[in-house]
């Protein structure tokens, strides 16, 4: 569930890959495109047959790990502000994705594939245009020829490249984008499509008559499932091309008409002090969101670069504060300076005995650890905003050791907090007395439990 837009882009490898090798023997003829298939999946059974099986499972994969994707980017509220773009541009491949899918089943030419082609045409004659009705293709006296799978196969084609162009744009404000699954995954996921090709191989229905009335072929729940659904409602293909254009484009305004939670709204973006800054681009590296420009120098002081904060794409997280080496950077009230105060100011007694423990405020209930033992507690926007300086304060302070608890590390909200993490733990240096915990939502005493432990296990250090 931390890697659905990678899986994402696994099956569309997978899917582009097998293809090729699909596209190799396929006959773009009306008399020639069902038996090619069929002479691949029959007669070169153990290789043919396997990776047109791969694709259509991969296929299948795409539209479920998308629909995941949706609701999980929808229900974790990783949608709006400086997510828009990614949020818009996942809209718009939903129709795509899905035309790509009709389009594939329409190639094999067998009932069910003329089911979908002969529906899709009638829907598509409901707008208006000055092209011949599609549906006309489809009776025996016709206008069908080689040209309807040559355009096909185009359509096809060039339906895959717009979702990797649209996909370009998707990833344009992520910083380092999580494209690949982790290795494990991609490999037990590769050996799922494997075997499930062997044990339950896609195959192709009679071949598609176009002298008898369509057929009622088994159901397809992942791309054809409109059709019957169209029917079962007697929905006429305007009505239809209405209801869809209206759910797409409310998805598409979820970002502007969902209300913010209170914390996010008030949010302040970050600020570049240019006084103190020397154009290193470390803060641009950190940031999670493509939020930090970097331009030629422009105060002529004597250094190269400075940077800019794109304040409608900054999310607020302060990965950018510990990142930066100079005092150049604030985050609302959060500087360098501010941390130095509030750890002297919230425990003037220093810390001794004690573990000092920041709490990414998106981690759940912070009021949770209001009953442990010997700690003191401050309230981060994000686990990540913790650099070498705040965390050797606490512990040149005398605390036992300091513990960060935030989001489970795969699903940081702000996506990079536990790279900057690892990287404050190699800039103190004493990694062993600083701890990162995952806050469990779900049963909080585990995470209370670590803590404790962590205590004893600083303690003994
Ligand atoms: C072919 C389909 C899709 C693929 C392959 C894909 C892939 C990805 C990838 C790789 C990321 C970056 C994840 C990260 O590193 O944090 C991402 C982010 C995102 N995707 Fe998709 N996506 C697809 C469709 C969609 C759809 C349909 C939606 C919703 C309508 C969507 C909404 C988002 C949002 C809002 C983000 C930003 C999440 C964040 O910043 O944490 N995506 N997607
Ligand atoms: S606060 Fe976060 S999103 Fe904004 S500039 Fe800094 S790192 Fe980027
Ligand atoms: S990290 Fe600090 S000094 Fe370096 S470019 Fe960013 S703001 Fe300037």
Request: contains cysteine.
């Amino acid at each position: 569930m931390y890697n659905l837009g990678a899986l994402g882009y696994f099956f569309i490898w997978t899917i582009l890959i097998s293809g090729v090798y699909l596209f190799i023997f396929y006959d773009l003829h009306l008399d020639g495109a069902y038996n090619s298939v069929q002479r691949l999946t029959v007669g070169q059974k153990y290789y043919g047959g396997v990776i047109r099986s791969i694709h259509r499972y991969a296929s299948d994969g795409l539209a479920l790990v998308v629909a995941l994707h949706l609701l999980q980017t929808l229900f974790s509220d990783r949608f709006r502000k400086y997510r828009w773009l990614a949020w818009v541009s996942g809209v718009v491949i939903l129709p795509v994705v899905w035309f790509e899918g009709v389009t594939g089943y329409a190639m094999v030419f067998d009932e069910k594939g003329k089911m979908a082609a002969i529906q899709l045409a009638g829907w598509l004659d409901a707008i208006p245009s000055a092209l011949e009705p599609f549906s006309r293709n489809f009776i025996p006296s016709g206008t069908m020829n080689s040209l309807f799978f040559l355009v096909l196969t185009f359509l096809h084609i060039t339906l895959a490249s717009l979702m990797l162009l649209i996909l370009w744009i998707h990833c344009m404000r992520i910083s380092r984008p999580v494209i690949n699954p982790p290795p494990r995954l991609a490999l037990y996921v590769g050996l799922m499509l494997l075997l499930l090709s062997i044990v339950k191989p896609a195959v192709s229905g009679p071949p598609a008559d176009l002298a008898a009335l369509a057929s009622n072929p088994d159901e397809d729940w992942f791309y054809l499932f409109p059709f019957p659904l169209a029917d079962a409602f007697a929905a006429a293909p305007s009505t239809i091309w209405l209801v869809s254009a209206g759910a797409l484009l409310t998805l598409s305004a979820m970002p502007w008409i969902v209300r913010e939670p209170r914390a996010a709204a008030k949010a302040v973006p970050a600020k570049v002090d240019l006084e103190y800054c020397t154009g290193c681009e470390q803060c641009h590296k950190a940031c999670p969101f493509e939020a930090i420009n970097i331009l030629p120098r422009s105060d002529g002081r004597d250094y190269e670069l400075e940077v800019e904060i794109l304040e409608e794409r900054c999310a607020s997280c302060g990965l950018c504060l510990p990142a930066c080496p100079f005092p150049a950077i604030s985050v609302g009230y959060w500087t360098h300076e501010f941390f130095d105060k509030r750890i002297a100011e919230l425990f003037p007694g220093g810390l001794k005995g004690r573990i000092m423990l920041f709490v990414c405020e998106r981690a759940g209930d912070p009021d949770v650890f209001n009953t442990l033992e010997n700690t003191a507690k401050m309230v981060v926007p994000c686990a990540g905003i913790l650099g070498a300086r705040a965390v050797t304060a606490c512990l040149d302070g005398g605390a036992d050791g300091v513990v960060v608890a935030g989001c489970v590390e795969e699903d940081c909200h702000y996506r990079l907090s536990q790279r900057r993490l690892d990287i404050t733990r190699l800039e103190i240096g004493r990694i062993k007395r600083v701890k990162t915990v995952a806050v469990s939502r779900f049963s909080p005493d585990k995470t209370l439990d670590e803590i404790r432990k962590a205590h004893e296990g600083f303690k003994r250090e």
